[in-house]
């Protein structure tokens, strides 16, 4: 593998006209050139440092949400919505910790990451429902 360096406006360039969020700049440049992209890359080919386990891993599903002001709902990929009916009263921590877990349970029974997970908690406190109470505005 031959390796040179890249100067800053060509690096800058590439990464705006063929880069995608999350890309190796290689990726980039395989784009750009009509290079064909690998379709899976191991988490140390990404990141040849790393020793396995690591931060490194992204999501190979995509988890959407909507929140209404009466319920707040998840997905994977193309599946079918998950909806949670939320509690009138938001100082209710009981149920909202009940859907929650609910929630993230559903979450790891379709394989999340942990920053899904992370997401699935947030858009809790996104919709104004809070675990602790001074959280609460």
């Known amino acids: 593998m031959k390796r ?3 100067d800053d406006d060509v690096w800058e360039h590439v990464a705006q006209k ?3 969020f999350g890309d ?3 990726d980039a440049l395989r784009r750009g050139l009509g ?3 690998p379709r899976k890359t191991s988490a140390k080919a990404r990141n040849p440092g790393s ?3 690591g931060r490194n ?3 190979e599903i995509r988890l959407d949400r909507k929140t209404t002001g009466e319920e707040i709902a998840f997905r994977f990929g193309d599946g079918l919505w998950k909806t949670w009916k939320l ?7 009981q149920e909202v910790r009940r859907i929650r877990e609910e929630a993230l349970d559903f979450g790891r029974a379709n394989g999340a990451t942990n920053g899904q997970l992370n997401a699935i908690g947030k858009a809790f ?3 104004g429902y809070y675990l602790n109470r001074k959280a609460q505005r």
């Open 4 to 6: 040179e360096n890249i």
């Open 35 to 37: 290079i064909p992209i």
């Open 57 to 59: 891993r992204f999501a």
């Open 18 to 20: 063929y880069g995608k």
């Open 125 to 127: 406190s996104d919709a």
């Open 24 to 26: 190796r700049w290689c």
């Open 51 to 53: 020793e396995g386990g």
């Open 87 to 93: 509690p009138i009263d938001k100082g209710n921590t």
